[in-house]
């Protein structure tokens, strides 16, 4: 084997090894791969939202980090807040929901004369 093609292939082959250690996620880091399943994962959470007529599907914001999804937002009921997270825990890829949903205060509809 020829000395150039030997130091050619390794240092490609180092370029490779960084290239793929650089792709790879970390606790609280995610690799483009991990992101692009996080999104995902959102996405389907919000998909169910949408298809629950109790749900606003735009009053609930919807984040994921590895499997984590957080919930955050205002309802109007705390059957609502309920509701968002029973369906965030049924899809597939969901490990733990953290619900942060605040209920709206309602103001008394009634005047003082």
Do not use: W
Request: hydrophobic fraction near 40%; glycine fraction near 8%.
């Amino acid at each position: 084997m020829n000395r150039a093609y030997f130091i050619g292939h390794f240092f490609i082959g180092l370029l490779l090894v960084a290239f793929i250690a650089g792709c790879s996620g970390t606790n609280n880091r995610t690799s483009t791969g991990e992101y692009t399943d996080d999104a995902l994962l959102s996405d389907e959470v919000k998909t169910e939202f949408f298809h629950d007529p109790a749900i606003k599907v735009f009053q609930i914001k919807v984040e994921s980090f590895k499997g984590f999804v957080q919930l955050t937002g205002l309802v109007d009921s705390a059957q609502t807040s309920g509701r968002a997270t029973e369906i965030a825990k049924s899809v597939r890829g969901v490990k733990y929901v953290k619900n942060s949903i605040a209920l709206k205060k309602i103001a008394s509809q009634e005047t003082t004369k």
